[in-house]
């Protein structure tokens, strides 16, 4: 017997750090496509579970660039601030894999420089495993960390196949180690929030940045564990800057140019790779997104082993 597939539901998660700028209109931009391809929902989730890097307006700022690119959400809008219950439910679910941590970020780097053991790939220190059987006399629990499978355990390596890029790996034994669930400063980590949320409002599609590709293998091991779907994941090429850094609003990427909102839409599907889809003579949003949403169509036919 089959059963229908869920309806697809995707979303656009941007952190109110600072305004959207063109790196963030391309992830913007891919998961619209996507989901308006689909025939899906798509929603608008504010990632502000780090509270410290929230800058005052950014919402606000957000949702008008969007809507001013032709881009509306479908639901309401959800912020991470505001679902510390959902959050702290999940970390109870996992209470036989979790453990108390006394490390601090130095002592951490100290103990990898010392053994000469690599960094994670996106830059991330990897954590020894010096508090996975308890604690040192004299310690105090700083942070909250999720085991993961050991060296010889074949539960380590998470397959997917990202629609972009197709089929990927990573041991999470050796390139992400124990990670962080809960930090020092009391804030719940991006990698158990974005898993929650997701779970909690059906997330089937996500489609962001490849800097978040990383992440990915930890996130299916939290939803694993949690006993949630996995939705499909793609990663999209990350537009940089002159300096050939990806965009972002730490290194003082532009904000989007409000009053042509047609330019930056255009340059970002250009990008993506549908400028052939798109006629020169396009002159207004509501003629750029039907042609737009056709070429994505087209473009997906050429990724490795897409799936939709």
């Known amino acids: 017997m089959t059963y229908p597939k869920p309806p697809y539901i995707g979303r656009f998660a941007p952190s109110p750090s600072g305004p959207l700028h063109a790196g963030s209109l391309v992830a913007a931009m891919a998961s619209y496509l996507d989901a308006k391809l689909h025939n899906g929902t798509w929603l608008l989730r504010i990632e502000d579970i780090d509270e410290t890097r929230t800058i005052p307006d950014a919402v606000p700022a957000i949702e008008q660039a969007l809507l001013r690119m032709g881009m509306q959400w479908d639901q309401n809008i959800v912020t991470q601030s505001e679902r510390k219950p959902l959050y702290q439910s999940a970390c109870d679910r996992l209470t036989a894999h979790i453990y108390n941590c006394?490390?601090?970020?130095?002592?951490?780097?100290?103990?990898?420089?010392?053994?000469?053991?690599?960094?994670?790939?996106?830059?991330?220190?990897?954590?020894?495993?010096t508090c996975r059987n308890g604690i040192a006399n004299g310690k105090i629990g700083r942070t909250l960390r999720i085991k993961v499978p050991d060296a010889d355990d074949p539960q380590r390596l998470i397959r997917f196949n990202d629609r972009w890029l197709g089929p990927l790996t990573q041991d999470l034994a050796k390139e992400a180690g124990d990670f962080v669930l809960k930090r020092a400063d009391g804030f719940w980590a991006y990698q158990l929030a974005v898993v929650a949320d997701d779970a909690a409002q059906g997330v089937t599609h996500i489609v962001r940045g490849a800097d978040l590709i990383d992440s990915t293998a930890r996130q299916i091991y939290l939803q694993r564990l949690l006993g949630v779907p996995t939705p499909a994941y793609m990663h999209v090429p990350l537009l940089a800057g002159d300096n050939g850094e990806k965009l972002s609003k730490q290194n003082g990427a532009a904000p989007l140019d409000l009053h042509n909102p047609l330019r930056p839409l255009l340059s970002c599907a250009n990008f993506l790779g549908l400028e052939s889809g798109i006629s020169a003579a396009t002159n207004s949003i509501d003629a750029f997104w039907p042609q737009a949403i056709a070429a994505w169509e087209q473009r997906l036919r050429t990724l490795p082993r897409t799936k939709k």
């Open 102 to 129: 006394a490390c601090t970020r130095k002592e951490i780097l100290d103990s990898i420089t010392r053994t000469g053991q690599p960094m994670a790939a996106d830059g991330a220190a990897i954590y020894p495993g």
